[in-house]
């Protein structure tokens, strides 16, 4: 499978949780779930939802050029991830449990690519942090490398 594969149910299901800090397992919220959120309910699948993914587009977008994540990550001194498709965050936020917090979550294929403070780039890395409000909508999620852990 490469970068221009579809999110697929049958992708859905060999994703794996491999850190969870869950805030509250009480209330379920996301995608699939009552909208505990104000005004609309999110669109789910429409990756361009500004209400359920918008600072995903805007930071860690598959247009974004190269330099424009080479710089965060220079200034930062922190990894910035990329994913290569749009779609791949819609599934994040599906299969990703349905409970306020922070994961990691392993697609177990390529979903993206990390630049590095000090000038490289991981290729096709196929971890991703999620971090899901307590609306159930995300308020980040971008590919990471396989050394990451939760903070």
């Known amino acids: 499978m490469n970068e221009n594969d579809a999110a697929s149910p ?3 299901q060999i994703v794996e ?12 919220v996301g995608s699939g779930c009552e909208w505990r959120g104000s005004g609309a309910e999110p669109q789910w ?10 600072h ?23 990894n910035q991830g990329q994913w290569f498709r749009v779609e791949y965050w819609v599934e994040a936020e599906k299969v990703t449990p349905k409970y306020p917090g922070r994961y990691i979550i392993n697609f177990k294929r390529p ?41």
Do not use: C, W
């Open 56 to 78: 995903i587009e805007r930071h860690h977008g598959p247009k974004k050029k190269p330099n424009e994540f080479q710089g965060r990550a220079s200034s930062t001194q922190d």
């Open 111 to 151: 979903i993206g690519r990390v630049y590095h403070p000090d000038g490289t780039t991981t290729e096709e890395v196929s971890r991703a942090v999620v971090v899901r409000n307590a609306d159930g909508t995300l308020k980040s999620a971008y590919p990471v490398t396989n050394s990451t852990v939760l903070k």
């Open 10 to 12: 049958e992708n859905s």
């Open 17 to 28: 949780v491999v850190q969870q800090q869950i805030i509250d397992p009480t209330i379920e």
């Open 45 to 54: 699948n429409n990756p361009k939802s500004m209400k359920a993914y918008d």
